[in-house]
């Protein structure tokens, strides 16, 4: 079906995401949206959170989208259901792919999650895996300090290393063999966290599984984009558009083309 799959987050995080589906799925068009200008979601009012993504969601509907793809943790963690409930598109979240994921790969069935203040203290991440495996071991930490910084563009270098150092040492001596980035930031840090957190342990991002659902949910309902083309992407941004571009073409590694800024709410 030539229709775009969209795809929103709170800021750059979702680009993990769409740059996995992209991968998977070179055929499809997607059309982003990054709340950069109200940026983190993790501190805010839940029913905040709620009336950004459905602010967001009312703009893409314009496009005339196929599926939707909440790739904010956050907003996932409080508004997906409804979300599910509301539209006549398939939607997904982030949260049961990650989850998925790491229970495939965990030894000791011991798992930590690393989001953002909003996704942990909801326990979405501690609900999907023990709704899976009723005996996993799940230690749960906020890393607030995380999202500003990728927003800014600081993957790597001293101030990431010691922002990252200091903000996952509650995790130390815990035990875990398995450890989301319950953030879809949280990918860009990557390798700073997996030089913190040593090599023995799985580093758990869920865009690999998010895509792959996307490819299977499309499949089943007849959705899939089938003759050959060269899908033409959209990415809007509530904040700068230039800055939302470079540091979009740095991470995607292609060059994105236009970002265009929009404005969501009054």
């Known amino acids: 079906m030539d229709k775009p799959i969209g795809v929103i987050d709170s800021g750059l995080g979702g680009l993990t995401v769409a740059k996995e589906i992209m991968r998977q799925l070179p055929k499809e068009e997607i059309v982003y949206i990054g709340?950069?200008?109200r940026c983190p979601y993790g501190p805010r009012d839940p029913e905040d959170v709620r009336r950004f993504t459905w602010e967001m969601i009312n703009r893409l509907l314009k496009e005339q989208m196929k599926m939707l793809v909440i790739a904010c943790n956050t907003a996932a963690a409080v508004v997906l259901e409804e979300v599910k409930?509301?539209?006549a598109i398939p939607v997904i979240g982030v949260v049961h792919p990650g989850a998925i994921s790491a229970l495939k790969v965990?030894?000791?069935?011991?798992?930590?999650?690393?989001?953002?203040?909003?996704?942990?203290s909801s326990g979405a991440y501690e609900k999907a895996l023990k709704a899976?495996?009723?005996?996993?071991?799940?230690?749960?930490?906020?890393?607030?300090?995380?999202?500003?910084?990728?927003e800014r563009g600081v993957f790597s270098g001293d101030e990431a290393v010691r922002t990252v150092d200091q903000a996952l040492t509650p995790l130390d001596e815990k035990g875990f063999d398995t450890l989301i980035l319950g953030c879809t930031h949280y990918p860009l840090l990557r390798e700073v966290i997996r030089e913190r957190v040593g090599p023995d342990i799985e580093l758990i991002s869920s865009g690999d599984e998010t895509a792959r659902e996307v490819s299977s949910l499309l499949y089943h309902k007849n959705l899939l984009y089938v003759d050959d083309r060269q899908p033409q992407h959209h990415f809007y941004t509530t904040g700068d558009a230039k800055r939302f571009k470079r540091l979009a073409d740095q991470w995607m590694e292609i060059d994105v083309g236009h970002v265009e800024t929009i404005q969501l709410g009054e």
């Not at 965990?106 to 942990?120: E, F, L, M, P």
């Not at 899976?132 to 990728?150: G, Q, R």
């Open 106 to 120: 965990t030894k000791r069935d011991h798992v930590a999650v690393i989001g953002t203040a909003g996704t942990i």
């Open 85 to 87: 409930r509301e539209l």
């Open 35 to 37: 709340d950069s200008a």
């Open 132 to 150: 899976i495996n009723s005996e996993v071991k799940v230690d749960s930490l906020a890393c607030p300090p995380f999202v500003p910084l990728v």
